[in-house]
């Protein structure tokens, strides 16, 4: 099977970047063997103006049946010679995925020591796959790949030649073009979408495949139109992986949406203020009301769940009373800024060894999370779907178990003080709900009942004497007699 990838340049971009960025020199061609057969990366044109590398893989299909990968669809073991003669050393598939994984992983990951600059610009791409299987067709090809950003050109293959009579078959010849993407980005779209036009995989598709679509689907597969057929393709069709990983797409998408619009509308009720001092935005009161109520509390190692972009965790380093922070959340991406921000790269070892950054859901329970003094749910519960926050109540509360956890969220009755918010509507797009102070109390009481915690309440930001706080906080303590009926467990 065999993929081109193209670019143009000029005298100040040359196209032979193309070398840099996928770690392959023009002048020298790079074979390696894959369990599957051998790689094989070579450069068909390499100039300042137009450079071409080529990935041509060569499959074992001896190695392939040894491997016990000669089962056909559904695991149905295929006819004696259908294991050794059949489209896979020909057709792009999820062969083709895994070798562009390993070959050229580097530049699927965005990364270049030589020329750091280059893997974040766009630029001229043009890739070719002279026969992909397509089961759903050119409108299928289509509908996956122009979302992305592709100008797409898609012809079918004739089943024979010389018998056009015969129809086409459900091979395609790819081209797709684009000028305002990165060859990263590129590489991630082919990585996902390959095996799912095939709709079959070489492999046996376990947990592990969850996150691999995750990391490849960052940044456009949460909003892709065909979410769900790509990622039940890609899965093979399996029910439960297919479920996991639609719903963490969805906290990936909730978790990665604009915060500007949250921002300004919590600044807005400052903006009105009449003094002329320059007033304190309500999301920097939020993080020290945060802080009061951590540091009254004794804790020394925090977790802040849903810790985004690392606000919150670069504040808590600020004070050395917090021994350990950890930073949870579902966006690789957030947290990637978070580690840039926070410049973990460049912080001393000693300061380094106080912080953590991880990726997880709160929908589902995690042994990493169990030990601490305290969680933050800063923001965090009002992006959730109401049918979901039983999960993540137990997650937290019945699992995790923090001796203290402190949950913000807005408060649905100071809305009305913000002239610029429309009647009925939430602050932010992405909000599942909006509590008032009652709903908001009923849940606290009801959760912290549940699971053994005593609660209470805290305005954060002006708090009006008719609507009451911006934003409202709860403070839970797990109950005293709790802590020792478990302390007397573990010892017991």
């Not at 067709?137 to 122009?146: I, K, Q, S």
């Not at 109520?293 to 925090?302: C, E, F, K, W, Y």
Request: aromatic share 6%; proline share 6%; glycine share 6%.
């Amino acid at each position: 099977m065999f993929l081109t990838i193209s670019t143009t340049g000029d005298e100040q971009h040359p196209a032979t970047d193309l070398g840099f960025l996928l770690h392959k020199h023009p002048d020298n061609p790079f074979s390696t063997k894959l369990s599957h057969g051998t790689a094989h990366v070579f450069y068909p044109e390499a100039g300042d103006r137009r450079c071409t590398a080529a990935l041509l893989l060569e499959i074992d299909t001896v190695a392939l049946v040894r491997r016990g990968k000669g089962k056909g669809r559904g695991g149905a073991p295929d006819a004696a010679l259908a294991q050794y003669v059949n489209d896979r050393p020909y057709a792009a598939s999820s062969l083709l995925a895994v070798a562009l994984s390993g070959v050229f992983s580097s530049a699927m990951k965005g990364t270049c020591q030589a020329r750091p600059e280059l893997p974040a610009r766009t630029r001229p791409l043009r890739i070719e796959v002279p026969a992909l299987p397509a089961r759903g067709g050119p409108e299928l090809v289509r509908r996956l790949f122009e979302p992305l950003g592709w100008t797409v050109t898609v012809e079918p293959v004739a089943l024979d030649a010389e018998f056009p009579e015969w129809g086409d078959s459900r091979y395609v010849r790819l081209v797709l073009e684009s000028e305002a993407l990165t060859l990263a980005e590129a590489l991630r779209h082919l990585y996902v979408l390959l095996p799912v036009l095939d709709d079959a995989k070489h492999y046996w598709v376990s947990s592990d495949e969850v996150d691999k679509l995750l990391r490849a689907g960052e940044g456009w597969l949460p909003e892709h139109p065909e979410q769900k057929l790509i990622t039940s393709r890609y899965l093979s069709r399996r029910w439960s992986l297919t479920r996991q990983a639609m719903e963490r797409l969805e906290l990936v998408r909730l978790a990665e949406a604009d915060d500007s619009e949250v921002e300004e509308i919590d600044n807005a009720v400052e903006e009105e203020s009449e003094t002329e001092e320059k007033p304190t935005p309500l999301a920097v009161r939020r993080r020290e009301a945060i802080l009061a109520a951590l540091r009254d509390s004794g804790a020394g190692r925090v977790l802040d769940l849903g810790c985004g972009q690392g606000e919150l965790v670069r504040e808590l380093l600020k004070d050395p009373r917090f021994t350990e922070i950890v930073g949870v959340d579902v966006s690789v991406r957030a947290l990637t800024i978070a580690s840039r921000r926070l410049k973990l790269d460049r912080m001393g070892e000693r300061q380094a060894s106080r912080v953590k950054l991880f990726q997880g859901s709160l929908a589902y329970t995690d042994n990493r999370l169990k030990g601490y003094d305290a969680a933050v749910l800063s923001e965090v519960i009002e992006h959730v779907d109401v049918p979901r926050l039983p999960a993540l109540e137990y997650a937290v509360f019945g699992h995790a178990r923090p001796r203290t956890v402190l949950v913000t969220t807005p408060n649905v009755e100071y809305n009305v003080r913000w002239e610029t918010l429309p009647a009925g509507h939430a602050r932010h797009g992405d909000h599942r709900f909006e509590w008032t102070r009652q709903e908001f109390r009923t849940w606290a009481h009801t959760v912290a009942e549940r699971h053994g915690y005593d609660v209470e309440f805290a305005p954060v930001g002006p708090d009006d004497p008719e609507v009451g706080p911006p934003t409202q906080m709860a403070v839970f303590v797990m109950n005293t007699a709790v802590i020792r009926t478990e302390k007397e467990a573990k010892a017991a």
